[in-house]
C-alpha cells in the first residue's frame, strides 16, 4: 500500500509521512496486541501526527496563503 501511494507523491510530502510510521505502528501494537497506552506515548503521538498533517497541508498560520 505504501509503494502505491508514493508514486502519488512528491519525495518531500513522502518523507514528510514517512514520519507517521511509527506512530502508526504503536497504535497498531496498542490495538492489535493490548500494549499499555502511556501518558507519554500518546501526548508524543499526538505532536508527531499533528506535525506531519500541518507540514502536509501547507497550513502555517500565515493569512493570504
Known amino acids: 500500500m505504501w509503494y502505491?501511494?508514493?508514486r502519488r507523491l512528491s519525495a518531500t510530502r513522502a518523507?514528510?509521512?514517512q514520519l507517521s510510521v511509527p506512530v502508526l505502528s504503536a497504535?497498531?501494537?496498542m490495538v492489535l496486541?493490548?500494549?499499555?497506552a502511556s501518558t507519554r506515548l500518546l501526548?508524543?503521538?499526538?505532536?508527531?501526527?499533528?506535525?506531519?498533517a500541518v507540514a502536509?497541508?501547507?497550513r502555517d498560520?500565515?493569512?493570504g496563503r
Open 43 to 52: 501526548l508524543a503521538g499526538s505532536l508527531v501526527l499533528a506535525g506531519t
Open 33 to 36: 496486541l493490548g500494549e499499555p
Open 61 to 63: 498560520g500565515r493569512p
Open 27 to 29: 497504535i497498531g501494537g
Open 4 to 6: 502505491a501511494a508514493t
Open 56 to 58: 502536509v497541508t501547507g
Open 15 to 17: 518523507a514528510t509521512v
